[in-house]
């Protein structure tokens, strides 16, 4: 475990706004940023993927997720790329995967019948249903249990700090471009 007494910046003022270092103690927090949430994303989707009945990364964990909360249990692929944080290209990479097992399927636009969907299939709410207990103890193990509760709203918090207002974190929330006219 890091000695935490290393993040203050006692004897050390902060840098300012424009600068273009960061103080040593700043550059200590970035880093233990970087390395932490690198580090958890891959033992998150290293547990998902141990279980060879899952077999899943934990992107296309949260394609799952954000499907299944999702009214009729489908998005637009534009839509689910923005509630997952991928580029378009990298989605439909992901998605053509999971249509090979099964789990998700693309259809025509159910609304304008322009563009595509990504519609989680009956397999693929069967598989996020296996897979869901698995993902939680990860996130138990490797950040709640180690950080505790009150730590971690306060990482989300601070987190939130960094994501645009309508950034769609909350559970079933809209993207953030939904009711804005369908690209041409």
Known sequence: MTDTTKYTAEGEGASVPGELW????????????????????????????????????????EILVRLSEADRRFLRMSELA?????????????????????????????????????????????????????????????????VGHDDLLDLGRILAKTLDEDAPVAVGCPAPHQGAPAPR
Do not use: N
């Open 22 to 61: 960061l103080t040593s103690s700043e550059q200590l927090a970035w880093r233990t940023f970087l390395y932490a949430t690198t580090l958890l994303t891959d033992r998150f989707s290293e547990a998902l993927q141990a279980d060879p009945d899952i077999d899943l990364t934990l992107g296309e964990y």
């Open 82 to 146: 923005d509630k997952v944080v991928h580029s378009r290209s990298r989605l439909t990479h992901t998605i053509t995967r999971m249509e090979k097992r099964g789990l998700v399927e693309r259809v025509r636009c159910t609304d304008d019948g322009r563009g595509r969907q990504a519609q989680l299939t009956d397999a693929g709410a069967a598989m996020l249903e296996r897979a869901a207990p698995t993902h939680v103890r990860s996130v138990r193990e490797h950040l709640l249990d180690v």
